[in-house]
């Protein structure tokens, strides 16, 4: 619904000024003619015409098949090979479903900004997450041994790599607490093993003889209490 000023004229969407006589009307919304733009390379659209809208953003349709050349063009899913009839990512130069992009190993469905490998499976190059560093069709890695560093049992599938070992997914854990550690998450090492954040904080580091908190990084030592700068 279009908004009103206190003198009950109707304002643009765009810019927020007093529309007038004339305006055209996209995404249930009034706005000036020139505020209706490109928000890449911010010519008006056409409201009568194609565009696209996502995450806030307007584009044509000329910007958008700079991104992507198919737009328009029937697609099909590179993962399932079915239609494609609404939205869809670009993952390996092709088109997929967005819960068919997934890791070829675990499962998991990949975002496609998200870092990744490019394996052949079966004939058809297909991605593989980080998580799931697995030598299979993947260049410029050299794993010689599937031993858990955890439990020291041999991996039979997918496996975290940290602190220059292989671990389960489930054995990648606190030292201290242990909690699982996402391997995207920060954590710290004590004598080889993970150690997360919370405990490092609470157990490992020192802390401001006045405030109480860890003390990152340098401190203040006096009469065997440390201090925060």
């Known amino acids: ?74 697609k099909s899913c590179h993962g399932c090979g079915k239609d494609i009839d609404k939205a869809w990512v670009i993952g390996l130069g092709q088109t997929w479903h967005s819960d068919c992009f997934k890791c070829v190993e675990c499962g998991r469905v990949i975002d496609p900004k998200e870092k990744f490998f490019k394996v052949e499976e079966n004939g058809k190059t297909v991605p593989k997450c980080s998580d799931c560093k697995v030598t299979k069709g993947v260049a410029g890695l050299d ?55 919370g405990c490092n904080n609470d157990h490992f580091r020192s802390k401001c003889s006045v405030c109480s908190k860890p003390i990152a990084g340098t401190s203040l030592v006096y009469k065997e209490s440390c201090f925060h700068h």
């Open 1 to 74: 619904m279009a908004e009103k000023s206190a003198k009950g004229e109707t304002l643009c969407a765009g810019c927020c000024k007093p529309i007038g006589m004339k305006w055209v009307v996209a995404l249930d919304q009034k706005w000036h003619r020139y505020c209706f733009c490109c928000d890449t390379c911010k010519m008006p659209i056409d409201s009568r015409k194609s565009f696209f809208f996502d995450k806030g953003l307007r584009t044509c349709v000329d910007c958008a098949k700079k991104e992507d050349p198919t737009i328009g063009e029937a």
């Open 143 to 197: 794993v010689k041994e599937k031993i858990c560093a955890g439990c020291n049992k041999e991996i039979a599938s997918s496996w975290v790599v940290a602190l220059d070992k292989h671990w389960h997914n489930g054995c990648f854990k606190c030292s201290h607490c242990d909690r699982g550690i996402d391997s995207k998450e920060k954590f710290l090492s004590n004598l080889g093993k993970p150690i997360c954040m």
